[in-house]
């Protein structure tokens, strides 16, 4: 596409979304376990705000269909297969969340250090097999 130009600045990412079989067992992981608070809950998407974005929970299959809304309509939308996000925590609170999860019998899977951002990150599993990671400021030299 030669000629096209330089697209206008993206600012963020305003969502992140996460396609789940099982609604209210995604739910209970998220709020009892990563202690969000939902902001919006229905039968096929439930959001959690985080900072300046959000967490969006679908539930798997139900965005086929576009949705109409007074605004106008949403395309249709879906994923399958174990999806990748990170959280960001401060370097303190490590030790403190490695505890937590084992509290809730969430088991680590992995713990990487940064050595080039000074940073770390925890690795475990939520409920519909999606890869979350904890990341320590530094990391992708990030604050």
């Known amino acids: 596409m030669s000629g096209a130009g330089k ?3 993206l600012r963020r990412v305003l969502e992140t979304c996460l396609y789940v079989a099982d609604m209210a ?3 209970d992981f998220y709020e009892q376990v990563m202690g969000l608070t939902p902001q919006f809950t229905e039968d096929r998407i439930t959001g959690y705000r ?3 974005g959000m967490l969006l929970l679908f539930k798997a299959g139900g965005t086929l269909q576009p949705v109409q809304t007074p605004g106008g309509e949403i395309p249709p939308h879906d994923g399958s297969g174990p999806a990748h996000f990170a959280f960001s925590i401060a370097a303190s609170d490590e030790l403190a969340w490695t505890k937590h ?3 809730h019998g969430v088991a680590l899977e992995s713990r ?3 050595r080039k951002d000074n940073a770390a990150s925890l690795y475990f599993r939520d ?3 999606h890869l979350v990671e904890l990341a320590t400021p530094g990391l992708w030299g990030i604050a």
Do not use: M
């Open 7 to 9: 697209p206008p600045a």
């Open 25 to 27: 067992r995604a739910r």
């Open 101 to 103: 999860l084992a509290n």
């Open 127 to 129: 409920p519909d097999g």
């Open 50 to 52: 985080l900072g300046e």
């Open 112 to 114: 990487v250090e940064w």
